[in-house]
């Protein structure tokens, strides 16, 4: 079956420090890859994504590349903010199940 | 104009109660979902409806019934509520169910407290 590993959070970082959150999949196919954030008391919103292998997606200063040989979707910013702090989430979708299969979440807490 | 909205947003009740949540998007999609968020933030699949027709269910006990009366619709019905099911329940929708269309936008959430 498909699944998602995350790496565990929380993560602390200070302002201006760099980003890797670490993602990999497991997947039957080719999936499309995504990663959501979560503020706090909100919704998931999609951060990027990429749909093929050597993608990549690009939105607000994140950046993650669809790597189909280690299977990962690493996500990472050159230099984070206090309005970061959320919760990652990693996931994946295959037309062939229908559904979007996340991970675990990590969470992310910028420090001035 | 919010895309995929959830009512109410904060629901608390006693065990055994019957409940539901309601959700509506606004966004001209045909596939709406939706989702269970544990305390430790884990997110699951609970149920998918396209063009009305359901087309996932996951394991989920037969205490929770979905409902879509049309495409832009999708409720949440439980019934006799335990403790466990307190969490945050998420509705989602996308334009199709598979290829570059399957992006989900999510509403905010309903906090569900059973006491």
């Known amino acids: 079956g498909n699944s998602v590993t995350q790496m565990e959070g929380p993560v602390t970082l200070s302002e201006e420090a760099f980003l890797t959150i670490n993602c990999t999949y497991t997947a039957t196919g080719y999936p499309s890859l995504f990663w959501y954030v979560q503020y706090p008391g909100e919704g998931l919103q999609l951060l990027l994504k990429a749909t093929k292998a050597d993608d990549k997606g690009s939105n607000k200063g994140f950046e993650a590349t669809y790597r189909k040989e280690t299977t990962s979707f690493h996500l990472e910013k050159g230099s984070v903010q206090v309005s970061d702090s959320a919760v990652y989430f990693c996931a994946l979708f295959t037309g062939g199940g229908n559904k979007l299969t996340f991970g675990t979440g990590t969470q992310l807490k910028v420090e001035l | 104009d919010t895309a995929v909205s959830q009512t109410p947003k904060y629901l608390v009740t006693q065990m055994g109660n019957d409940k539901s949540i309601k959700c509506e998007q606004n966004l001209g999609h045909d596939t709406m979902y939706w989702y269970k968020q544990d305390s430790k933030k884990f997110l699951k699949i609970m149920f998918s409806?396209?063009?009305?027709?359901?087309?996932i269910n996951e394991t989920v006990p037969n205490r929770f019934s979905p409902k879509s009366p049309d495409k832009a619709h999708l409720n949440l019905h439980i019934n006799s509520l335990e403790l466990g099911d307190s969490a945050v329940y998420f509705c989602a929708s996308s334009q199709g169910d598979r290829g570059p269309k399957t992006e989900q936008y999510f509403g905010p959430g309903t906090r569900l407290t059973v006491t």
């Open positions: 409806y396209n063009n009305k027709e359901l087309i």
